[in-house]
């Protein structure tokens, strides 16, 4: 499925609020700071025949406090239910202060002493994820508020 038909097919659902820490589409909550737009990140996974489930394992045991840690807001997750990605494809949303913050998170979590260790362990019996596609997203105007 291309990236293109994987978005118009998500639900407006998809992004109903999860993150306590956002006050509008432009800033953080609390914080008072609305000059950069809060960025969301929509990452698709593609992992290896008969890997979902490891990296699922993973996700929920690690990597979603990890990116908390980093200042990654998990948002939410899926899985497909159709083919052809239904058994291999994760898809989870992200939010980010800003896309210079993103890039900072990204750099931090990917030199994290844990990450580094829970990637290994996880892909002792081989790779998990076979491919990446992530794309930035800026809620639109019209868009409800997240809170």
């Avoid at 978005?7 to 950069?36: C, E, H, K, N, R």
């Avoid at 210079?100 to 990917?110: E, I, L, P």
């Avoid at 800026?138 to 508020?145: E, M, Q, Y």
Wanted: aromatic fraction near 10%.
């Amino acid at each position: 499925m291309k990236r293109r038909t994987l978005l118009q097919s998500l639900p407006a659902v998809a992004l109903l609020p999860t993150s306590a820490w956002l006050d509008s589409p432009q800033g953080i909550a609390g914080s008072g700071l609305s000059t950069t737009p809060v960025v969301y990140e929509l990452r698709v996974y593609h992992t290896y025949e008969g890997k979902l489930d490891d990296l699922l394992r993973r996700f929920r045991d690690h990597t979603t406090k990890l990116f908390e840690k980093h200042g990654m807001k998990n948002v939410a997750y899926w899985t497909p239910t159709d083919e052809p990605l239904k058994g291999k494809t994760l898809v989870y949303i992200l939010a980010h202060p800003s896309r210079d913050a993103a890039t900072a998170n990204w750099q931090s979590f990917r030199d994290d002493p844990d990450w580094q260790s829970v990637r290994e362990k996880s892909e002792a019996n081989g790779k998990i994820v076979e491919k990446v596609d992530s794309t930035f997203l800026l809620l639109t105007d019209f868009s409800p508020k997240l809170s």
